[in-house]
């Protein structure tokens, strides 16, 4: 019995059913969400709504509150519910010697019979028939105590036959049995619903689990670029020390070389004075034959005595080397830079000029970008990625980067069969509808193949090639100052396809469409 009254209180007052999604209004009655959704979508025009259940009056449509609580009470009920009916089933309410299980339940008698009470039981109208049931006084109207006959689709209430004439006279009635159909069609809609739910939800998850997985790359990425650059900076500074140390140790012998060429000079300079003073001292001298007798006269009238000039030569020499640092050490020691640069390169990937990497935001959902971000494929399978304004509808990607000036090159390779078009766009281009093809607008160029026919088109203009491209590569040329974009072919000489001439008003970046097979950006140049 504590299972049926469970049901009793579990049960929606719209569809006389357990609760499914139950939601709740302010007034604090429950309903399943669907039921009063409809309940209410039928109000809307009196521009006032009430509670099914106690007619409390709203001046706008009511908010709907889930009730978790409810909610996980009825999920647990519906889990136990089989296997009590089979140990509580409904029994007849006339065997009561032992427990009989009741077949079906009049409403008029308030009664629940088994095969044989049901086969003596009264035929007349008044005694309808239902299945078994233990709430089968809500079946009755609580002011008349007649059966519940029908549906006042205007106060969303199940009404007996005196409820019709009375307060709800004219209103629009239903008979329960047309709305029972309403709620079979209301629980396939549920089930859709339902199912749809499910799956956004799976969707829900697996965007939260590409998030969660992209934060942790991200992470991830950054501990490795934060430990790269840890490490650069200390090779740096250990490199900074070298160099410092180099040329201190060099500015220490210049100077310990420089200092005794001083001190050498100084002596020299010294003994020079001394003979200039003497030779002042014999200058002065009136007697003449005292100035030749004086010791060493012809020395000291001799200029070259003691090597002077060449002795001179050797200090000047030596000045001159003296003051030159060993830059060739220097420059070498600086030179194992360019092995931290190697080294920076090698540790993390940047987009150097010669890289055109395709922009994933950009690409289709059903075109495949490879991990390097150089092949594009057409593919069947959805690939999931979330609509945006800068996504292609269809087939089409473009590149990350723009080009505004200098000469470009870069170079593809095509599929021999299947569909698709190569070339450059702005990145204004419509990304929807037919109008979003390059080359089937005014902001982009395009090669195009289709039924092993080539031509290049350019504002839904095509240009028919008189020849094939038996190639599996091509070239697109761009000048973007001249106005300038050629299509060649790369074969053994290669092959000049067809130039467009145009005045750019924005930066071209490459784009790739491809309906089946693949193309595959091999490099980019700059001229």
């Known amino acids: ?59 706008q449509r009511p908010a709907l509150m889930r009730n978790f609580t409810l909610c996980k009470i009825v999920k647990n009920f519906r889990q136990t519910e089989p296997h009590q009916e089979k140990i509580t089933g409904i029994c007849c309410t006339y065997c009561v010697d032992s427990p009989v299980p009741a077949v079906r339940s009049c409403l008029h008698c308030e009664a629940s019979l088994c095969d044989k009470h049901l086969r003596a039981h009264s035929k007349s109208a008044e005694h309808i028939l239902s299945d078994p049931s233990t709430s089968l006084e809500r079946r009755k109207c609580s002011v008349h105590k007649k059966i519940l006959e029908y549906y006042c689709t205007e106060d969303a209430a199940c009404i007996c036959v005196y409820c019709s004439a009375g307060e709800h006279r004219g209103h629009r009635v239903e008979m329960l049995e047309e709305a029972s159909e309403k709620k079979e069609k209301l629980r396939n809609v549920l089930h859709k619903l339902t199912t749809k739910r499910e799956e956004t939800e799976e969707r829900v998850w697996s965007l939260e689990e590409s998030r969660r ?207 698709w078009r190569v070339g450059m766009c702005y990145p204004s281009i419509d990304r929807r509808g037919q109008q979003s093809l390059i080359g089937y607008n005014n902001k982009s160029w395009s090669l195009r193949r289709f039924n092993d026919h080539y031509s290049v088109i350019h504002d839904s203009k095509v240009i028919r090639l008189p020849h094939k491209i038996p190639s599996d590569r091509v070239r697109i040329c761009l000048d973007y100052g001249a106005g300038q974009l050629s299509f060649y072919e790369l074969c053994d000489p290669i092959r000049h396809l067809h130039t467009i001439t145009a005045t750019f008003s924005e930066p071209l970046h490459a784009a790739l469409c491809v309906y089946d097979g693949c193309l595959t950006i091999i490099r980019h140049e700059c001229q």
């Open 213 to 419: 997985k992209a934060k942790e790359k991200a992470a991830g990425e950054a501990e490795r670029v934060t430990a790269l650059c840890t490490d650069i900076r200390r090779r740096v500074d250990d490199l900074e020390k070298k160099v410092l140390c180099e040329i201190s140790r060099q500015e220490k012998e210049e100077s310990l070389s420089l200092s005794a060429l001083i001190h050498q000079l100084e002596i020299k300079k010294d003994e020079l004075s001394r003979k200039m003073r003497h030779i002042e001292e014999l200058c002065n001298m009136t007697d003449p034959l005292s100035v030749l007798q004086e010791p060493d006269t012809g020395d000291l009238c001799d200029p070259e005595v003691e090597g002077g000039d060449e002795d001179t030569g050797g200090h000047d020499k030596q000045l001159h080397d003296g003051g030159d640092l060993d830059v060739a050490v220097i420059s070498h020691t600086l030179h194992t830079l360019c092995d931290v640069i190697s080294g920076i390169r090698s540790g993390i990937y940047v987009e150097g000029p010669a890289d055109i990497l395709l922009d994933v935001t950009t690409a289709a959902n059903n075109l495949h970008i490879s991990d390097d971000l150089k092949t594009a494929t057409g593919t069947q399978e959805k690939q999931n990625r979330p609509e945006t304004a800068e996504r292609f509808q269809n087939y089409q990607v473009m590149s990350r980067r723009g080009f505004t000036s200098r000469g470009h090159y870069w170079d593809v390779e095509i599929s021999r069969s299947g569909g």
């Open 1 to 59: 019995m504590a299972s049926a009254d469970l049901r009793d209180e579990l049960g929606c007052s719209i569809c006389l059913s357990t609760y499914t999604d139950p939601v709740m209004l302010r007034c604090g009655h429950n309903f399943c969400r669907v039921c009063i959704d409809l309940v209410l979508d039928t109000q809307d025009g009196s521009g006032v709504y009430s509670c099914p259940e106690c007619r409390e009056e709203f001046q």
